[in-house]
């Protein structure tokens, strides 16, 4: 079964920094794009970051650009999300996806883990 398992949330500062790891069940990701996506409360799902396997090719979304950092890791089948300079308004769950191409639209993303809650307190 395919599954994507997001882990490194938690509680901190503004200021700090976190790292979200994303673990790919299966290496046919390896032709896929994987993106991070954030949902706060009351909102709508908003495109973070994404990055293709096979050429490492990434996209931000303007608002945390600068800030946070996409990787992935082949050997580990293990995209990752490094976020710096934590704001308040980055609260939110984060979720792993994977999609046949580097798009923004979420709608384009085939594959969804259960999602990881990034807290950010003033």
């Known amino acids: 079964q395919v599954q994507l398992v997001e882990s490194g949330g938690g509680l901190v500062q503004a200021g700090d920094s976190l790292r979200l790891s994303c673990a790919a069940s299966?290496?046919?990701?390896?032709?896929?794009?994987m993106g991070w996506f954030r949902q706060a409360p009351g909102k709508e799902r908003d495109f973070v970051a994404a990055?293709?396997?096979?050429?490492?090719?990434?996209s931000y979304a303007d608002s945390v650009k600068g800030r946070f950092t996409i990787s992935r890791d082949v050997a580990k089948d293990t995209v990752y999300l490094q976020m710096n300079s934590l704001k308040p308004e980055d609260t939110a769950v984060y979720y792993c996806?994977?999609?046949?191409?580097?798009?923004?639209?979420?709608?384009?993303?085939?594959?969804w883990g259960q999602g990881t809650q990034v807290t950010v307190s003033s």
């Open positions: 990055i293709t396997w096979s050429v490492g090719t990434r």
């Open positions: 299966r290496r046919t990701f390896r032709s896929y794009v």
């Open positions: 996806a994977a999609g046949p191409s580097l798009t923004t639209t979420q709608d384009t993303y085939d594959y």
